[in-house]
């Protein structure tokens, strides 16, 4: 890859804010000189080591990389037989024991994550020099008494001595005949020796050995004559102890250099794990996935494609599909400045960088990429004085450097191709270009505002056009990258954007009309179609959203009536049971009477009621069949036509649809015509022309009348609870209101009275959770106050 051409993309940037994610010196150093892959298979494995690499992240699990920091030169000296520090043997023990553990914890997930393990596998199994090291050390650096039972004699010998020492010296301090001899009451070191400030004109007085005087020379730093055999003691233990110390870093130090090359392998696989952690991160920052690694001749299919530098900074970027597939071999990109073309372009180039060395790309899964072996880019030519280069020179410099190299396994992109000069002149420059790079073999992108450029792809198929959008009504760029048709400028538009005076804009665009500029005209007009039939699809998407939402609407109004239609099924089969056990009852009873005092009269009494129990019970099961026959089939939505069957969910009833109109239909129910959406109406099976809104209160009346059973009187509409039990006045009232409800009645009365207040209070619960109570209120003065219950049925 040319050095030039990744600065152009950006590269350095990209491997920067990979090395930040780094964790080790080593590993950062690493993602700042980041490798290409030397092939597709490379980079293919190298692209599936980050997906594990992921997939472990997001169990919320970090590798024990531990504090490795730069072993480097510790190890290097130690190979070469240097004695290292304390710090450095610290930093060999930390780079062992996160090998240890690194290799330890990765173990257990060699089968789900073999190519981690694969680096992971040669680590150091055990961490001997790491708890040497780390016995003989402590954190802070120095070497711990435990290091050697010599080492913890010697300096034992040494506190001693200094205790010893304090104790003489401050004995010294407190003699009176010591203390006319002092310039203060006070004891120092100096040279590891106790010394007293002795005052010069007493040297003779204070016999001893003189280690140091004040600048003013009034004062001598003086060791006591009777701690001078002391003192020697001191250094001589002092000495020892330092050489025992030695002794300990250069036994640690010689078996740091016998294991050099191992822990040299350890931190090369550990950077390349903290490498990889950081490019899983980067991944999961850039939302990044694995592109497919294809052939060249296939091309490339980016999706959702963003600008990675500009998803890092944080910016709002809009995602763009892009795709340069046979037979095409160059994708022309236009547009208004400052619309994303040349970030389109670039984020294609550094995808294709990324991909050669082993990293996920900011786009959708299911792309596809090449495995480049070069990307060229002129992006940010700009001329130089000192070397007599203008603009369009340098430019055409790094052409014709990219057109020297560019072949088979090219990818070339080239921002403002041929501008800067005469655009004739240029545009016929720039298609010759185009042809020879595409000649080669290579795939190109460019950007450019020539129209005779973008008209290329109307007469060869070897090019395509793209565009970056623009609002023409808010007059400003969308950022969004629209295969398959070029783009106009927009320059005139973005002269007013920027606020140049209306006279000139308007001007300008005079003299572009007079002057002929049929393309870019057509081209705005097709823009601003593009626009109206966006917001036309817009509009109907909306629509056809809220048609589904309807849709699903009524299915769920049809769903509820048809669980209501089984919860009152199942009460009708449930009052059904209670009466047949009732029934069975007073059979028992009669038969139990007529066994105990059998006679003519109440034989045949017994045989009137049996007949009339079975005529009801007969009866009753017609009534059933009938109504679970009656239960209409519905059928699709879509069959809501004129002439059609259907219910009207919100109404209860049905009708005959007469005219179907946008979302509303108008339906006869019986003697009435009512306009309702089409969401309130669940289409039926059956003949359209017995659709009523419902039956009539007298249809009701004489259905129930003839359900009743034979010789039984017809009940009033009062129904007397007092005295019940709460679940007796329950069972009594569900059976009174199912009665007149089916009877057609539209008000009853419940006498309750008024007692402590619990059969008044149960009945109202009741009321209030009823299917067929309309509303429920108390009696009036003349009906009772409220010691009634007035009930509204529902119709």
Same mark, same amino acid.
């Given at each position: 890859?040319?050095?030039?051409?990744?600065?152009?993309?950006?590269?350095?940037?990209?491997?920067?804010?990979?090395?930040?994610?780094?964790?080790?010196?080593?590993?950062?150093?690493?993602?700042?000189?980041?490798?290409?892959?030397?092939?597709?298979?490379?980079? @293919?494995?190298?692209?599936?080591?980050?997906?594990?690499?992921?997939?472990?992240?997001?169990?919320?699990?970090?590798?024990?990389?531990?504090?490795?920091?730069?072993? &480097?030169?510790?190890?290097?000296?130690?190979?070469?037989?240097?004695?290292?520090?304390?710090?450095?043997?610290?930093?060999?023990?930390?780079?062992?024991?996160?090998?240890?553990?690194?290799?330890?914890?990765?173990?257990?997930?060699?089968?789900?994550?073999?190519?981690?393990?694969?680096?992971?596998?040669?680590?150091?199994?055990?961490?001997?020099?790491?708890?040497?090291?780390?016995?003989?050390?402590?954190?802070?650096?120095?070497?711990?008494? =435990?290091?050697?039972?010599?080492?913890?004699?010697?300096?034992?010998?040494?506190?001693?001595?200094?205790?010893?020492?304090?104790?003489?010296?401050?004995?010294?301090?407190?003699?009176?005949?010591?203390?006319? %001899?002092?310039?203060?009451?006070?004891?120092?070191?100096? %040279?590891?020796?106790?010394?007293?400030?002795?005052?010069?004109?007493?040297?003779?007085?204070?016999?001893?050995?003189?280690?140091?005087?004040?600048?003013?020379?009034?004062?001598?730093?003086?060791?006591?004559?009777?701690?001078?055999?002391?003192?020697?003691?001191?250094?001589?233990?002092?000495?020892?102890?330092?050489?025992?110390?030695?002794?300990?870093? @250069?036994?640690?130090?010689?078996?740091?250099?016998?294991?050099?090359?191992?822990?040299?392998?350890?931190?090369?696989?550990?950077?390349?794990?903290?490498?990889? &952690?950081?490019?899983?991160?980067?991944?999961?920052?850039?939302?990044?996935?694995?592109?497919?690694?294809?052939?060249?001749?296939?091309?490339?299919?980016?999706?959702?494609?963003?600008?990675?530098?500009?998803?890092?900074?944080?910016?709002?970027?809009?995602?763009?599909?892009?795709?340069?597939?046979?037979? =095409?071999?160059?994708?022309?990109?236009?547009?208004?400045?400052?619309?994303?073309?040349?970030?389109?372009?670039?984020?294609?180039?550094?995808?294709?960088?990324?991909?050669?060395?082993?990293?996920?790309?900011?786009?959708?899964?299911?792309?596809?990429?090449?495995?480049?072996?070069?990307?060229?880019?002129?992006?940010?030519?700009?001329?130089?004085?000192?070397?007599?280069?203008?603009?369009?020179?340098?430019?055409?410099?790094?052409?014709?450097?990219?057109?020297?190299?560019?072949?088979?396994?090219?990818?070339?992109?080239?921002?403002?191709?041929?501008?800067?000069?005469?655009?004739?002149?240029?545009?016929?420059?720039?298609?010759?270009?185009?042809?020879?790079?595409?000649?080669?073999?290579?795939?190109?992108?460019?950007?450019?505002?020539?129209?005779?450029?973008?008209?290329?792809?109307?007469?060869?198929?070897?090019?395509?056009?793209?565009?970056?959008?623009?609002?023409?009504?808010?007059?400003?760029?969308?950022?969004?990258?629209?295969?398959?048709?070029?783009?106009?400028?927009?320059?005139?538009?973005?002269?007013?954007?920027?606020?140049?005076?209306?006279?000139?804009?308007?001007?300008?665009?005079?003299?572009?009309?007079?002057?002929?500029?049929?393309?870019?005209?057509?081209?705005?007009?097709?823009?601003?179609?593009?626009?109206?039939?966006?917001?036309?699809?817009?509009?109907?998407?909306?629509?056809?959203?809220?048609?589904?939402?309807?849709?699903?609407?009524?299915?769920?109004?049809?769903? &509820?009536?048809?669980?209501?239609?089984?919860?009152?099924?199942?009460?009708?089969?449930?009052?059904?049971?209670?009466?047949?056990?009732?029934?069975?009852?007073?059979?028992?009873?009669?038969?139990?009477?007529?066994?105990?005092?059998?006679?003519?009269?109440?034989?045949?009494?017994?045989?009137?009621?049996?007949?009339?129990?079975?005529?009801?019970?007969?009866?009753?099961?017609?009534?059933?069949?009938?109504?679970?026959?009656?239960?209409?089939?519905?059928?699709?939505?879509?069959?809501?036509?004129?002439?059609?069957?259907?219910?009207?969910?919100?109404?209860?009833?049905?009708?005959?649809?007469?005219?179907?109109?946008?979302?509303?239909?108008?339906?006869?129910?019986?003697?009435?015509?009512?306009?309702?959406?089409?969401?309130?109406?669940?289409?039926?099976?059956?003949?359209?022309?017995?659709?009523?809104?419902?039956?009539?209160?007298?249809?009701?009346?004489?259905?129930?009348?003839?359900?009743?059973?034979?010789?039984?009187?017809?009940?009033?509409?009062?129904?007397?609870?007092?005295?019940?039990?709460?679940?007796?006045?329950?069972?009594?009232?569900?059976?009174?209101?199912?009665?007149?409800?089916?009877?057609?009645?539209?008000?009853?009365?419940?006498?309750?009275?008024?007692?402590?207040?619990?059969?008044?209070?149960?009945? @109202?619960?009741?009321?209030?959770?009823?299917?067929?109570?309309?509303?429920?209120?108390?009696?009036?003065?003349?009906?009772?106050?409220?010691?009634?219950?007035?009930?509204?049925?529902?119709?």
């Amino acid at each position: 890859m040319n050095d030039r051409t990744l600065a152009e993309l950006g590269w350095p940037e990209l491997t920067a804010a990979l090395a930040a994610r780094c964790r080790l010196p080593a590993g950062a150093r690493r993602a700042a000189a980041l490798p290409f892959q030397p092939d597709a298979a490379a980079a @293919r494995e190298a692209l599936l080591r980050v997906e594990e690499a992921r997939a472990l992240g997001e169990e919320r699990f970090a590798l024990p990389l531990g504090s490795v920091g730069a072993v &480097e030169e510790a190890l290097d000296r130690a190979a070469r037989g240097g004695v290292l520090e304390p710090a450095a043997l610290l930093l060999v023990a930390a780079l062992e024991r996160a090998a240890v553990r690194t290799r330890a914890t990765l173990a257990p997930r060699a089968a789900a994550r073999p190519r981690l393990w694969a680096l992971a596998e040669g680590l150091s199994e055990r961490a001997g020099l790491a708890d040497a090291i780390e016995r003989a050390v402590d954190p802070s650096g120095a070497i711990s008494d =435990r290091a050697s039972p010599a080492l913890e004699s010697l300096r034992e010998r040494v506190r001693g001595l200094h205790r010893a020492l304090k104790n003489r010296v401050e004995a010294l301090l407190a003699d009176a005949e010591m203390e006319r %001899n002092l310039r203060d009451s006070y004891f120092t070191i100096r %040279n590891d020796r106790y010394v007293l400030p002795v005052l010069a004109s007493a040297r003779s007085q204070v016999p001893g050995i003189v280690h140091n005087a004040s600048q003013s020379g009034q004062t001598l730093f003086v060791e006591p004559q009777p701690m001078v055999e002391m003192g020697n003691e001191l250094s001589i233990a002092a000495a020892m102890a330092a050489e025992e110390e030695q002794r300990i870093l @250069r036994e640690l130090s010689e078996r740091a250099a016998g294991r050099a090359g191992a822990l040299g392998g350890d931190l090369e696989r550990l950077a390349e794990l903290d490498l990889l &952690e950081a490019s899983a991160r980067l991944a999961s920052e850039l939302d990044a996935h694995p592109p497919e690694i294809g052939p060249v001749a296939e091309g490339f299919s980016l999706l959702s494609l963003r600008h990675p530098l500009l998803v890092l900074q944080g910016k709002k970027v809009v995602a763009s599909d892009v795709r340069l597939e046979p037979p =095409r071999r160059a994708l022309v990109v236009s547009g208004p400045n400052g619309g994303g073309k040349t970030v389109s372009i670039t984020a294609v180039g550094l995808s294709a960088c990324m991909a050669r060395a082993g990293l996920p790309i900011a786009a959708a899964a299911g792309s596809r990429l090449p495995f480049f072996y070069e990307v060229r880019a002129a992006v940010d030519e700009k001329g130089d004085l000192s070397r007599d280069l203008s603009t369009f020179t340098a430019h055409l410099t790094a052409v014709r450097e990219i057109m020297a190299g560019a072949g088979e396994g090219s990818l070339v992109l080239v921002d403002e191709i041929a501008a800067d000069t005469d655009p004739r002149e240029g545009a016929a420059l720039a298609a010759a270009i185009l042809e020879e790079l595409a000649t080669k073999g290579a795939l190109v992108l460019v950007t450019t505002h020539l129209d005779e450029l973008k008209a290329l792809a109307l007469s060869d198929a070897r090019y395509g056009n793209a565009r970056v959008g623009f609002d023409a009504e808010r007059l400003v760029p969308t950022y969004q990258l629209h295969l398959g048709t070029p783009g106009s400028s927009s320059a005139l538009e973005v002269a007013r954007r920027v606020g140049l005076p209306e006279r000139v804009v308007e001007r300008a665009r005079a003299a572009l009309t007079g002057q002929g500029g049929a393309l870019g005209e057509a081209l705005r007009s097709l823009e601003e179609e593009r626009a109206r039939i966006a917001a036309e699809r817009s509009a109907l998407e909306r629509a056809r959203a809220q048609a589904e939402a309807s849709a699903k609407a009524a299915a769920e109004r049809e769903a &509820e009536a048809r669980r209501a239609e089984r919860e009152a099924a199942a009460r009708v089969a449930r009052q059904m049971a209670e009466e047949v056990e009732a029934a069975r009852q007073v059979v028992s009873d009669l038969l139990a009477e007529v066994q105990a005092a059998p006679t003519v009269r109440k034989v045949s009494e017994a045989a009137k009621q049996l007949d009339a129990w079975a005529a009801t019970m007969e009866k009753a099961e017609k009534v059933a069949a009938a109504q679970a026959r009656s239960v209409p089939e519905a059928l699709p939505a879509s069959e809501i036509r004129p002439g059609a069957r259907v219910r009207l969910a919100s109404l209860g009833g049905e009708g005959e649809v007469l005219e179907v109109q946008g979302g509303e239909a108008l339906v006869q129910a019986g003697p009435l015509r009512i306009r309702r959406p089409l969401a309130d109406l669940i289409p039926l099976r059956g003949k359209a022309a017995s659709a009523k809104l419902g039956k009539s209160r007298e249809e009701k009346l004489a259905r129930a009348e003839e359900a009743r059973p034979a010789g039984l009187a017809l009940s009033d509409r009062r129904l007397d609870v007092r005295g019940m039990r709460v679940e007796e006045l329950l069972r009594a009232v569900e059976r009174f209101l199912d009665r007149l409800y089916s009877e057609g009645e539209a008000e009853c009365l419940v006498l309750h009275g008024h007692g402590t207040g619990a059969l008044k209070a149960s009945l @109202r619960e009741l009321l209030s959770s009823s299917p067929y109570v309309a509303a429920f209120r108390p009696g009036d003065r003349h009906e009772g106050g409220d010691a009634v219950t007035v009930i509204s049925l529902k119709r």
